[in-house]
């Protein structure tokens, strides 16, 4: 389970779209980045349930994000 999942605007102007976010997982803080296109660049240790965060990223985005 994902905790206290952050995100913001990568970029002051928001013209180029992306995000940077950050949550706790298993008491360790993971950070990216998330582009427009739901590629996402781990910029901690990529987590071994990799897979299954992106997911729950890819949700969270889509609702926090999209359908605002």
Do not use: A, C
């Not at 950050?22 to 781990?42: A, C, M, P, V």
């Not at 299954?52 to 926090?64: D, G, P, V």
């Amino acid at each position: 389970m994902l905790l206290h999942f952050q995100y913001k605007p990568l970029y002051k102007e928001q013209k180029l779209p992306g995000w940077s976010f950050s949550f706790y997982y298993h008491k360790q803080r993971l950070t990216g980045n998330y582009f427009s296109d739901g590629t996402i660049e781990w910029l901690s240790d990529i987590p071994q349930e990799r897979e299954q965060l992106e997911q729950q990223i890819h949700e969270l985005m889509l609702f926090h994000v999209y359908d605002s």
